[in-house]
Structure formats: C-alpha cells, structure tokens
Antibody, heavy 124, light 107 residues
C-alpha cells in the first residue's frame, strides 16, 4: 500500500523557518517526480514545487521562489520542503504527492497519491 | 501562466441527477488535464487523467471530455458520496495550475 506521511508543520512567526518532511513507502520512491501542494484554509489547491527523480530538476511557483527549497533523499525514501522567510499567506495545509513516474508521466497521470497533509500556520 | 477557470463555482443537485462541470484554460493545453475530487478534511483524489481517461477504481458514472481550452467533467447519475469539491488541473507547462474548484452540494 502506498503511504505518504508528512510531518514538521506547526506554528511559526512571520519571517521564520520550517522544514517539512514526507516519508514514502509502498512504491519505488526513486522512480517518481515528487510534489508539494498546499491549500490555505477554506481555499483551493495551489501547486508549490516539483523535484525530479534524481533531484536534478526542480520547479517552483513564483510566490515561493527564493524562499522555499524542495529536496529528496532516495536512500531514505523521503521528500523535504525547507521554508524560509515565511509569510502569513504561506499558512496552509501542505500535501506531499507523487507527481508521476516515467510510465505514468507518459500516460498523462499526475498526483496519483497524496499524504494526509500537515498544517503550517504563520502568525505572530 | 495558464489560468484555469471552472464553472459553476458551486452547484446544487439531487441524487440521480446528471451534472456537468466545465473547465476552461487561458491557452491551449491539448489534453494535459486532470480532474480531482476532494472531500472536507481529506486529500484530493484523482478521477480523470489526460482529459478523458478514467483513473483505476473510479466509478464509470464519472467521465471527462475536451481538448485544447475547453473541458468537461460529467457525473451521469449523482450518488450521495459524490457531494464534494471538484478541481481541474493542467500540466501542459509550469507552473502547474488548478481551477478554483466547484462545490457540489445536495439540493
């Protein structure tokens, strides 16, 4: 069974930092592009970042460029999101998700598996 | 950036109704579109990929169509478990973008 378990969320002051982690199991983690997607309270979904299987390519939404860094450790089956210079508008549930594998990318599948999410609250 | 616009934003319907949700892209995205269902407090669940292919395990009452800029998600006969929020999402180019969501409520 595929499992993605996020951790590291919490309350942080504006300007502060937080590191989210996502522990993956039940699939070949190193075969997948991975993503972070967030959802502000009562709002819609917003893609945050993607990272390629080997960590060589990374993409970010403009609003987090220069502040957030996505990374992965394939040996530990883990995905990370380092968040610096946090703002009130970064308050959201952050989801870890599989973006696609070599096979599923070609089929057009995206975001097949999701974690339960971790809440990040930026407030003084 | 490619903007995705869903209509309607909310919809009231009854069990057994046929429902259609529309998603429009601000530029052509071929068939690079996914539809998701999200229930309160839960992660989104993919329903349709590549605009019209049914995700494994999703009931056949769900269907998707469209190409280019205009897409639809149709539920042929609403069931009680279908009341949720639905999102479209394009993956033609970065940044990946979602529609604003369509909330489907019980009439």
């Amino acid at each position: 069974e595929v499992q993605l378990v996020e951790s590291g969320g919490g309350l942080v002051q504006p300007g502060g930092s937080l590191r989210l982690s996502c522990a993956a199991s039940g699939f070949t983690f190193s075969s997948y592009w991975m993503s972070w997607v967030r959802q502000a309270p009562g709002k819609g979904l917003e893609w945050v970042a993607n990272i390629k299987q080997d960590g060589g390519d990374k993409y970010y939404v403009d609003s987090v460029k220069g502040r957030f860094t996505i990374s992965r450790d394939n040996a530990k089956n883990s995905l990370y999101l380092q968040m610096n210079s946090l703002r009130a508008e970064d308050t959201a549930v952050y989801y870890c998700a599989t973006y696609c594998s070599a096979t599923s990318c070609d089929l057009g599948m995206r975001f097949d598996y999701w974690g339960q999410g971790t809440l990040v609250t930026v407030s003084s | 950036d490619i903007q995705m616009t869903q209509s309607p934003s909310s919809l009231s319907a009854s069990v057994g109704d046929r429902v259609t949700i529309t998603c429009r892209a601000s530029q052509g995205i071929s068939n690079y579109l996914v539809w998701f269902q999200q229930k309160p407090g839960k992660a989104p669940k993919p329903l349709i990929y590549a605009a019209s292919s049914l995700q494994s395990g999703v009931p056949s009452r769900f269907s998707g169509s469209g190409s280019g800029t205009d897409f639809t998600l149709t539920i042929s006969s609403l069931q009680p478990e279908d009341f949720a929020t639905y999102y479209c999402q394009q993956y033609k180019s970065y940044p990946v973008t979602f529609g604003q969501g369509t909330r489907l409520e019980i009439k």
